[in-house]
Structure formats: structure tokens, C-alpha cells
């Protein structure tokens, strides 16, 4: 009888689910590694144009020479050599001569201060009887009657100012004769009266505000002519005279007599300061080695307010009394009223004749 062949093997048994899926996570993790590996190696083959993203391989790009991105191209140029900067030369000094308004009127301001060797001139536009140089806008100038009878004057001055040479007005602000004719703006004795100086010129009251404003508007008005330099002489109380004569009170306050100027003097910057115009006053050597004068002038409100101080030149000791005033010789914001220029001195310098 035949019998049945079998044939024998091993016996593995039955495949469960859980083998089939693990087989498949295995692949399915192999497979994600592969291709995070592809897209890392093939990154610097992605290029993003108009077109958007796409694969640039190395076998399908063009063979050409290597180029740098734009934004990282750097043109480097030789430096150019520069010029040698100049050192700025600092401002010459001031030589000035007086002229009459009469030069200003025929021509010959220019020549006459060629001759006594100026750069600039000095022109007396209110006078210490408040007579003015120029014809003013005013209507406190055109009822005191001060101004100039010249109808050209203005122009005149204008063509002068915008020349070669510095110009500089003198402006004698609280002496003012004509305009204390006004008891309202006078200063006054004890007894009512208008006080007088030992010239018997009268003088208007620095504490008018008035007085201030008309001052002021002069100043503005000759700025407006082109002056370089406005000079202010007189701007406080008197200094010389009986003034125990004159009236105390609120416009004559002992104590505070400085008070009053320095607002007059203020004001006056302010007012300058959009036409570039030199602030200059006109005081004493006491005054600028510190004593207050009687007049309410202080060597402080020099030193705030004035762009230059005009002195009187002394007859000896310069340079002591330069050094008393703590200021070094040759000092730009010191000029001298001398009766002659003096070429070798080596300060701002100026002729001061009140009859030219």
C-alpha cells in the first residue's frame, strides 16, 4: 500500500497583526529619514525666482564663471587724498574812524577811512540831544522832531552798510535831551522839575517802558539799514551829576538800579538777534574790574550782554589794567576809544569824534 509522502519543515507558526504593522512603521521611518537627507543635501540646488521654487541640479545648470550675490559685491575704490584743512583765521581787528553823515551823503566815507587807515567807520545815529542820524518810522521820533532832514539819508546809509566796510552806530539811549522834553519820560528832580546833567542835558528814565520801547525800535530800524554793529552808550541812569537830586521811587530805586537796565539790555538782544547785528555798550574801566556804577551799570551785565565793550583807552599801564579787568591782551570783545589809531596795538580800536 502505498502511503502518503509528507514532506517536513519547520514550524513558524502564524504572523499576528501587531508584526505586519511594525513592518510597516519600520519603512514608512526609514523612508522619512531618506528624505529629510534628500532635501538637506539638495537645499543649495533650490533657487526661488519670479517663478517661484524650483530645482536647479548641478548637470542641468550652465557652465560660467562664478558669480558673487549683489548685495555682498563691494567696489573698493582707492581713497581719494584730502585736502589739508586750513586753520580758520579768526576775526580781524577793529579800526574805526567817526565819519560825519555828511560823508555818507556826497561819498566819501570809504576814502576818508582809507586815509586814516580804518576798516570801518563809526556814525553817530542818536546823538546825547537825541537827534537822529536817519529818518525813523516812528511816531515818538516824528513828534520829538529828531529826525534827520536828509530825505535820502536812508538809502544812502543802506548803500554804505552794504559795502566793504564793517559799520558801526552809536546810539545814546536814556541821555536823550529832545525826548525828555516830555516831563512824562524825563527823569525828575526832588522838587518836579526835569533833572540836567552837568552839561544841562536832560535824560529820559531807563524804568519808562515807553522810553525802552522806542529805543528798541530804534535799534531794530538801524538794523534794518545793515549797521554791522549797533554801539550803546548811556543805556543806564546817570553816573556823574547831582544825583541826589533826582526823585527816588519806583523809577529810581537806589537798591535795584541795575534791574531796569538789565531788562532795557534784554530786550534789546532779543530784538538784534534775527538780523545778526553786534550788541556793543560803552562803559568804564571801573565798571568792567567790577565796580557797580552809579548808574546801574555792572561789570556782569557786561559780560552777559555785550558782544564788545567799548573803553576809553587809558594813557598808561594797558596790559595791567587788562589784567586787573581779567581779560588778555588782545582781547576780541575789548575796543579802545583812542584819539589816534594806532597800527602796532593789538586790540579793536576806534576814533571817537562826537563833532564830525
Known amino acids: 500500500m502505498r502511503g502518503k509522502r509528507f514532506v517536513y519543515g519547520s514550524y513558524r507558526g502564524r504572523r499576528s497583526t501587531t508584526d505586519v504593522l511594525k513592518t510597516i512603521a519600520l519603512i514608512l521611518a526609514v523612508l522619512v529619514v531618506l528624505a529629510v537627507a534628500g532635501v538637506w543635501m539638495a537645499q543649495k540646488y533650490i533657487v526661488y525666482d519670479d517663478g517661484g521654487y524650483h530645482l536647479e541640479l548641478p548637470f542641468f545648470q550652465k557652465e560660467g564663471p562664478a558669480q558673487e550675490p549683489e548685495d555682498l559685491r563691494v567696489a573698493v575704490e582707492p581713497a581719494a587724498s584730502q585736502p589739508e584743512e586750513t586753520p580758520e583765521e579768526g576775526e580781524p581787528l577793529l579800526a574805526a574812524v567817526t565819519v560825519p553823515l555828511s560823508a555818507v551823503e556826497d561819498g566819501s566815507a570809504e576814502a576818508l577811512a582809507a586815509q586814516a587807515g580804518a576798516n570801518s567807520v563809526l556814525l553817530d ?41 564793517y559799520t558801526v552806530a552809536r546810539l545814546s539811549c536814556f541821555r536823550d535831551h529832545a525826548l525828555a522834553k516830555d516831563e512824562t519820560y524825563a527823569i525828575r528832580t526832588n522838587s518836579g522839575y526835569r533833572w540836567t546833567d552837568p552839561e544841562e542835558l ?43 537830586y533826582i526823585k527816588q521811587g519806583d523809577a529810581y530805586d537806589l537798591e535795584h538800579l541795575s534791574q531796569p537796565v538789565e531788562e532795557f539790555l534784554a530786550r534789546a538782544e532779543a530784538a538784534l538777534e534775527p538780523y545778526g547785528t553786534r550788541l556793543a555798550l560803552r562803559s568804564t574801566w571801573a565798571v568792567l574790574e567790577g565796580d557797580e556804577s552809579p548808574g546801574g551799570q555792572t561789570a ?22 587788562l589784567s586787573q579787568a581779567g581779560l588778555p591782551e588782545g582781547e576780541e570783545r575789548l575796543a579802545l576809544l583812542v584819539e589816534e589809531l594806532d597800527p602796532d596795538l593789538d586790540c579793536s580800536q576806534g576814533i571817537w569824534d562826537p563833532e564830525a
Open 202 to 244: 536832560r535824560w529820559s528814565s531807563p524804568a519808562s517802558q515807553a522810553v525802552q520801547d522806542y529805543l528798541v525800535a530804534l535799534m531794530v530800524e538801524l538794523a534794518q539799514l545793515g549797521f554791522d554793529e549797533i554801539l550803546l552808550d548811556n543805556w543806564g541812569y546817570p553816573a556823574e551829576g547831582n544825583l541826589g
Open 300 to 321: 556782569q551785565l557786561l559780560e552777559r550782554y555785550a558782544q564788545r565793550v567799548w573803553l576809553e583807552a587809558p594813557e598808561d599801564g594797558m596790559a595791567d589794567l
Open 125 to 165: 545815529m542818536k546823538t546825547d540831544r537825541g537827534q537822529l542820524g536817519f529818518v525813523s518810522q516812528l511816531a515818538m521820533a516824528a513828534s520829538a522832531g529828531v529826525n534827520a532832514g536828509q530825505a535820502d539819508i536812508n538809502r544812502q546809509l543802506q548803500a554804505l552798510n552794504s559795502g566793504e566796510l
